[in-house]
């Protein structure tokens, strides 16, 4: 849980409190909505517009997954709401037991398909 910082009579208090705090889990899902909307239709005229970028963490390393943006769009505001959900995600997974196979997904290539970026996985 996240501590919050509040003013209260001139004087500055961290608190812990549950009902004003943003849980990690709610702020993942935050900034993955954010990342959504600024990626937005990913709109481009060729293959040159498109960028892939690795979101999330898994627990043996790599990216959950793959989206496609457009270098049209606010890259430099893309690339850092990115790497902190990434830091975030990657926090809240360092405290989880760690089950299963381990499998890193392979990193996916950019397309411009009907005047939208998308990933397509390589072959």
């Known amino acids: 849980m996240r ?3 509040f003013a209260a009579t001139g ?3 961290l ?7 943003e849980s990690d889990a709610e702020a993942a899902e935050r900034l993955r ?3 959504a909307q600024l990626i937005g239709e990913a709109p481009c005229s060729n293959l040159v517009n498109c960028r892939v970028i690795g979101l999330g963490a ?7 997954e793959y989206v496609a943006f457009s270098t049209w769009t606010k890259r430099e505001e893309i ?4 790497l902190e959900y ?3 995600r990657e926090e809240m997974l360092s405290g989880e037991p ?4 381990c499998v890193v997904l392979p990193e996916p290539k950019a397309a411009c398909v009907n005047r939208r970026c998308v990933t397509v996985p390589e072959q």
Request: glycine letters at 12%.
């Open 98 to 101: 760690r089950a299963g196979a």
């Open 3 to 5: 501590a919050v910082l």
């Open 58 to 64: 898994r627990p043996c390393g790599g990216p959950e």
């Open 11 to 13: 004087v500055w208090l």
């Open 33 to 35: 909505r954010e990342i």
């Open 15 to 21: 608190c812990g409190c549950a009902a004003w705090a």
């Open 86 to 88: 990434n830091f975030l």
């Open 79 to 82: 690339q850092t709401k990115v």
